[in-house]
């Protein structure tokens, strides 16, 4: 029996053997590295199987999730399937409760019922709820947060390394006593982060600290640190939220090369409708918890419950 | 535009093995200078001290500067140490090593019942739980023995007999060796993991970073930087009368929070300047006022009234003072230079 924590551990050091025995053309590492393949073949293999699976092109599976608050049903039997490689929005007037499915999603609330069913980056299908908050970064689920949570205490570069924390697979004591694969491995990540920086534009800014840049930069920063990690689904929470219409331009320009470049899929909740009527292949449409339609843009704009939704019933108004 | 100059000494400085080495040598030459003469053994005295107390704040560095946790407990985990000192070699005649070993152990297992605690209670409340753990720690062991004392004429560590001179050198090479590991620690993913988890909890665990496991460490790591210095204590100092010491209670801890802040909770020299400040004040100047000799209690007002100018002028403390100044230093050059 293995863990999949374990199995990513055991990748991660296959890579950077790899990485190494080109960098350094060195034979020891080539050893190396297929000594850890073999470990890792062996660990992939004792893995136990989920036992589930999903229809064709479906990434994440959402069935009859609820989450409550006491008597205060956020979520209430929601349902949706998000397919692989699109931009998927989930919008809704305030309170609908958008946020709770990102953070059921995520794990940050364990959900009072209903599954999460996720095809992680290695084609295994995972039960979500079964994973721990700090764990579901592995599965190739990254997010955002809607008030910007970015280290302020370090630098943008910084910021990325810790994102790409779990990318690190020395312990404790190699960090310790700084030994050479840390510091081969820090660089093999420093490299990785220089990559996104680039990606992002943000590479004037890698050595400010993060504390007092600009709103627009730091929304970037969070967006850049989701990429750390060979993401398979980015949860976006409002990320166009306090930016103005260039930037906001700017971001679903961003957000399409995301997908075409790291060929992942994205789930973002917004406000900007003309953000969401622009970027997405699908939109989900929920209001206090239940959903009320999903489908192409124009569909769900046309869609009678959300109109009501949004600017109020015709019962009895008029 | 200048072009930057390759500066050897700058580079070297900026590494922080040298660091270290540069401190162990000059703090080596004094005790080198005392036994000369040159220097009165009590200013050493008071060196060899302040270092133990150094060892105990580098390592509530982490957790305050760090991880962001608020312990007052720092005390009773410096008993801890001294006990299972006195304990180990006194009683049972054990070598130092062994002592060592079993400090080690004891703080370990009380890091990580602390650090469990530290998953459910947050701020200030934290603060005053292990200020609670830190009285019962010292009650019980007033209770259990209220002076101790250790006789070094038969302690040998690798073959040398410990004296004076080699407990300062144990101090020394002690203190060198942790504030090393402690700034490679920082230094690598698990100080930038600390460092989410202070800023922002939920950011940290999207990121991946299990807020257990770096809570777990960073109470694992301050208890033992605690409990070891406990055992220095009682190799330097050698006895302790629980009851009327004030090294367990409540005002070392304070003294080694105002440290820390002080000197700049993200830097362990900073933080070490500022162990400096509190007892070297303390132990080479007050201590000679008459007025805060009949009234000892001032002494921490002293303390107290630093800590709120640090906070309220620079928050960053020494280190931010430190960093300040030799920027201002620099452009102050560059523009002689250029003119």
Redesign the interface.
């Known amino acids: 029996m293995s863990s999949y924590s374990q199995v990513e551990r055991l990748r991660r050091r296959v890579e950077l053997y790899e990485e190494l025995a080109v960098l350094e053309n060195a034979e020891k590492y080539g050893k190396k590295a297929r000594g850890a393949r073999q470990k890792l073949e062996n660990a992939r293999a004792a893995l136990p199987s989920t036992g589930l699976t999903l229809p064709e092109g479906v990434v994440l599976d959402v069935r009859g999730l609820c989450m409550y608050f006491g008597g205060v049903k956020a979520v209430d039997g929601l349902t949706f399937q998000v397919k692989k490689g699109e931009i998927f929005g989930l919008i809704g007037p305030n309170g609908a409760g958008k946020t709770t499915v990102f953070n059921c999603i995520?794990q940050?609330y364990k959900p009072t019922a209903g599954t999460l069913h996720f095809e992680n980056k290695s084609g295994q299908v995972v039960d979500l709820n079964r994973e721990?908050?700090?764990?579901?970064?592995?599965q190739g689920i990254?997010?955002t947060?809607q008030n910007v949570?970015?280290?302020?205490?370090?630098s943008v570069l910084?910021n990325l390394?810790?994102?790409g924390?779990?990318q690190?697979t020395?312990n404790?004591v190699q960090?310790?006593?700084?030994l050479p694969i840390?510091r081969k491995e820090?660089r093999a990540v420093r490299e990785r982060a220089m990559k996104v920086l680039d990606f992002m534009g943000l590479t004037a800014y890698k050595d400010w600290y993060a504390f007092g840049l600009p709103y627009g930069v730091l929304k970037k920063i969070e967006i850049a640190?989701t990429l750390m990690?060979e993401p398979q689904l980015i949860i976006l929470d409002e990320p166009a939220a306090g930016l103005n219409d260039t930037e906001t331009a700017e971001l679903s320009r961003l957000i399409r090369r995301i997908r075409e470049e790291y060929r992942c899929t994205i789930l973002l909740v917004e406000h900007d409708m003309g953000l969401v009527m622009d970027i997405c292949d699908t939109v989900c449409a929920i209001s206090f918890g239940k959903l009320l339609a999903i489908g192409t843009p124009g569909q769900v704009q046309a869609d009678k419950d959300v109109q009501a939704a949004y600017l109020g019933g015709d019962d009895g108004e008029v | 535009m200048t072009t930057q100059k390759k500066n050897p000494v700058r580079d070297l400085m900026r590494n922080p093995l040298a660091q270290i080495l540069l401190f162990t040598a000059v703090m080596a030459l004094l005790q080198v200078l005392s036994s000369a003469g040159l220097i009165s053994s009590s200013f050493v005295y008071a060196l060899g001290n302040t270092m133990i107390y150094a060892v105990i704040a580098i390592g509530f560095c982490l957790l305050l500067g760090y991880s962001g946790l608020a312990s007052l407990g720092t005390a009773g985990f410096i008993g801890l140490g001294a006990y299972a000192a006195f304990y180990v070699i006194q009683e049972f005649g054990l070598p130092y090593t062994v002592a060592f070993l079993v400090t080690l152990a004891v703080s370990i297992v009380i890091g990580v019942v602390v650090g469990f605690i530290s998953l459910r209670i947050e701020g200030i409340y934290l603060a005053i739980l292990t200020l609670g753990l830190a009285e019962i720690i010292r009650n019980l062991l007033m209770v259990i023995k209220s002076t101790v004392k250790i006789d070094l004429s038969n302690v040998k560590l690798f073959g040398i007999q410990i004296g004076d001179r080699e407990a300062y050198f144990l101090v020394l090479v002690t203190l060198a060796v942790l504030m090393w590991?402690l700034s490679?620690?920082i230094?690598?993913?698990?100080g930038?993991?600390m460092?989410?988890m202070?800023?922002?909890t939920?950011?940290?665990?999207?990121?991946?970073?299990?807020?257990m496991k770096y809570r777990l460490?960073a109470f694992v790591i301050s208890t033992v930087f605690a409990a070891i210095g406990g055992l220095l204590y009682m190799m330097f100092v050698r006895n302790m009368t629980t009851a009327t010491s004030t090294l367990l209670t409540l005002s070392t801890s304070l003294n080694i929070l105002g440290a820390v802040i002080i000197g700049g909770a993200?830097s362990p020299w900073g933080t070490t300047f500022g162990v400096f400040i509190i007892y070297g004040i303390q132990s080479m100047f007050l201590s000679k006022i008459p007025f805060f000799v009949k009234n000892p209690a001032f002494i921490t007002m002293v303390t107290g009234v630093l800590i709120i100018l640090v906070v309220m002028f620079f928050p960053g403390g020494f280190a931010q003072i430190f960093a300040q100044f030799t920027g201002w230093v620099r452009t102050k050059l560059r523009k002689g230079a250029a003119a």
């Open positions: 995520t940050f721990k908050v700090h764990d579901v970064i592995l990254v997010r947060f949570e970015v280290i302020r205490e370090l910084d390394l810790v994102a924390h779990r690190y020395s404790l960090q310790a006593l700084h840390l820090e640190r990690c | 590991l490679n620690l230094n690598s993913p698990t930038r993991a460092l989410a202070k800023n922002s939920s950011a940290a665990q999207a990121m991946g970073i299990s807020l460490l993200k």
